[in-house]
């Protein structure tokens, strides 16, 4: 069931729609998904490549209803499953080509993962991929979408040693006080998801809580992440207003109040969502 809608109406900045079903009806085509979402205060999603199809998948998609804005690259773990860095190279290749479209906004998401990533080779391969796709966001000018498991250290000395694009996003934060400390020195955007109303991260609710105003982002990564009381099914773009209202709890601000400041930032990371279209 969808939530009470919100009345100031704001944005899921990371979903994957392909994947996104409803435990009741099954398999949700992403414009029934999109309509749902509207219907509660949801007025634009960033649809988010994780392999090179998707990522074509989710470029398409952007030109195809105005509620959606794409982002594209290869996901830290897909870099190492390329048996040679030719062959990443030349995939990265075709994720520098898709970054030219109008309606791709944000590299992403990339970044490191340590959690899945085993061997120097891989993680060499990972972190090659890593710098590749920060350079093409420099490149087009647009946002970098950073996916960051057990590597805080290692994203931030990357970003800091080659130089961040404009944007950053910290996609599904979830470091502690001191990441947020360095987002907010940087002005890098922290990106909170549903798991931020589970019981045992009180460190995220303690980054929202000293996070930057205007660094502050929403999202769902649908189909994951669903928040608190919906924890174990697939999450929605359409579930994004429980977390934005536990999100003001945390903060002590009023829901418009936040839900405005969350539209605005938002729409300076990826711009209007009607242009281009």
Known sequence: ???????VAIYDNHCHLEFVFDEELGAMPWQENLDISESVGIKGVVQVGVTLESSKWCAELATKDKRVLAAVALHPNEAPLYETRAQL?????????????????AIGETGLD???????????????????????????????????????????????RVGPPKKVVFHCYSGDTDLAQIC???????????NITIKRNQHLRESLAMARKDLILIETDAPFLAPEPFRGRPNAPYLVPITARFMAEVRGQQLNELCTQLAANTEAVYGSWNEGF
């Open 1 to 7: 069931m969808a939530p009470e809608p919100l009345e």
């Open 114 to 160: 340590f959690f899945r990533t085993e061997g120097q080779a891989s993680i060499e391969l990972q972190r090659h991929s890593f710098e590749e796709h920060i350079r093409i966001a420099k490149e087009n000018d647009i946002a970098l979408m950073i996916h960051d498991r057990d590597a805080h250290d290692a994203v931030v000395e990357t970003l800091l």
């Open 184 to 194: 907010n020195d940087n002005g890098w955007y922290m990106s909170f998801a549903g």
């Open 89 to 105: 190279d030349a995939a990265i290749a075709e994720i520098a080509e898709l970054a030219k479209q109008p309606r791709v906004r």
